[in-house]
């Protein structure tokens, strides 16, 4: 059995996912109250608006994530949130899953924001309007404005990066049918934005998907350094009272794999009992063992 975390029902959220879950339907609701009620459009203040435009505020980098362009791109994106980050803040925590979630997505705003600066900085200069459309000629700087991005999609990413490196080898079910590994679920996700990137033929913010994942990368193995240090400094440290007289030789390979066997199979025991009680069914040691080697991947 290959290692895999099966994320549970609402009730056993942790704190985190289960507020984000919250805050972004009650935006998603309020932006429909609001455009219906008093035809305001919440996305023209609390959308990410291009950085040379009128209406961009820095408040928007945080704001924007909070804001849906529709019902299924609120639902996909808070399944995902639910799915990998329900795993991702049991094992690492809520106040380090929060800061993770924050800097992906913010990441995400400013990857975004220096792709469509590249993009046209430049492009206007010397003219005063734009054709959007066969028929319809608008102001430069209303155009500007209109460059607006909504969603929580560049922190999901973030966390899909942060599942496929703590659990790369544990099954995700696309479509729910075809099984693949997580690590290759998130290069291939990864290739796919990339791409589409490039090609610009929708109005999806691949970059900022990229941005996040990117942003999130840097995050993990920036706290994968400082944690490695922090523990040489513990070990030399403690080699200043070495007792030489017990000292053993390395171990075999023999003694190494085995002891790896070991592990994986108490692991695949842990995540069968999170199956099928749940995270919260695991004694301290079991959660121990469980964070501890999600460290070695």
């Keep these: 059995m290959e290692n895999q975390f099966r994320p549970q029902g609402f009730s056993i959220l942790p704190l985190v996912v289960k507020n984000l879950l919250i805050i972004n339907g009650i935006f998603f609701l309020a932006?429909?109250?609001?455009?219906?009620?008093?035809?305001?459009?919440?996305?023209?203040?609390?959308?990410?608006?291009?950085?040379?435009?009128?209406?961009?505020?820095?408040?928007?980098?945080?704001?924007?994530?909070?804001?849906?362009?529709?019902?299924?791109?609120?639902?996909?994106?808070?399944?995902?949130?639910?799915?990998?980050?329900?795993?991702?803040?049991?094992?690492?925590?809520?106040?380090?899953?929060?800061?993770?979630?924050?800097?992906?997505?913010?990441?995400?705003?400013l990857v975004q924001e220096l792709v469509q600066y590249i993009q046209y900085a430049d492009a206007f200069?010397?003219?005063?309007?734009?054709?959007?459309?066969?028929?319809?000629?608008?102001?430069?700087?209303?155009?500007?404005?209109?460059?607006?991005?909504?969603?929580?999609?560049?922190?999901?990413?973030?966390?899909?990066?942060?599942?496929?490196?703590?659990?790369?080898?544990?099954?995700?079910y696309i479509y729910f049918a075809i099984p693949i590994k997580a690590k290759w679920f998130v290069i291939i996700y990864g290739l796919l934005e990339l791409f589409s990137g490039f090609r610009g033929v929708d109005n999806v913010a691949h970059f900022a998907h990229l941005g996040g994942m990117i942003f999130g990368l840097i995050l993990i193995l920036y706290w994968r350094r400082d944690e490695f240090k922090w523990t040489s400094k513990f070990r030399i440290k403690r080699n200043k009272d070495f007792d030489y007289q017990s000292y053993s030789r390395p171990k075999s390979d023999e003694q190494f794999n085995q002891e790896r066997a070991d592990d994986q199979k108490k692991i695949d025991e842990i995540l069968d009992k999170i199956s099928k009680n749940g995270y919260e069914s695991l004694t301290k040691e079991e959660k121990d063992f469980l964070f501890k080697q999600s460290k070695k991947d």
């Design 125 to 172: 200069v010397g003219y005063d309007r734009v054709r959007i459309s066969a028929n319809q000629v608008v102001a430069v700087a209303d155009y500007l404005n209109m460059l607006t991005t909504v969603g929580a999609s560049g922190a999901v990413y973030g966390i899909l990066l942060a599942f496929g490196m703590t659990w790369p080898n544990s099954r995700i």
């Design 31 to 109: 932006t429909i109250a609001m455009d219906t009620v008093w035809h305001v459009d919440l996305a023209k203040y609390f959308g990410l608006h291009y950085i040379g435009a009128s209406d961009f505020r820095p408040y928007q980098f945080v704001t924007y994530m909070f804001m849906h362009g529709s019902f299924a791109h609120l639902f996909f994106n808070m399944f995902a949130l639910w799915m990998f980050g329900n795993a991702i803040e049991n094992t690492w925590g809520s106040k380090r899953f929060l800061i993770y979630y924050m800097v992906c997505g913010i990441g995400a705003g």
